[in-house]
């Protein structure tokens, strides 16, 4: 499965931004798609996650109540509608194909989009 993610840039805080990842290649072989994030110098964290059969959400704590993952089935694109962004949401974003939602089983990366919220 090859990702492609886009969408990120520099926002102020209390902005939005949508994050696309589209899939191509073998992507009957991914049951599930995630967003993760990485800032400078820390663990890379789970935000966001969605199951192609049936559309269904998981969120990751700094994801609740601000960030939506949604998916486009036909066009193999799960996208991250982020809503009142904060700085702390500074990272890059990556998005990742897999067979559960457990980290170890996301077998396939995208390159990145760097997401900066300035105060």
């Known amino acids: 499965v090859q990702l492609q993610a886009s969408g990120g840039g520099l926002v102020q805080a209390g902005d939005s931004l949508r994050l696309s990842c589209a899939a191509s290649?073998?992507?009957?072989?991914?049951?599930?798609m995630g967003w993760f994030r990485q800032a400078p110098g820390k663990e890379r964290e789970f935000v966001a996650g969605?199951?192609?059969?049936?559309?269904?959400?998981y969120y990751g704590d700094s994801a609740k109540g601000r960030f939506t993952i949604a998916a486009d089935s036909a066009k193999r694109t799960v996208y991250l509608q982020m809503n009142r962004l904060k700085p702390e949401d500074t990272a890059v974003y990556y998005c990742?194909?897999?067979?559960?939602?457990?980290?170890?089983?996301?077998?396939?990366w995208g390159q990145g989009t760097q997401v900066t919220v300035s105060s």
């Open positions: 990742a194909a897999g067979s559960t939602f457990r980290y170890v089983d996301f077998g396939s």
């Open positions: 290649g073998r992507t009957f072989s991914s049951q599930v």
């Open positions: 969605i199951r192609w059969s049936d559309d269904s959400p």
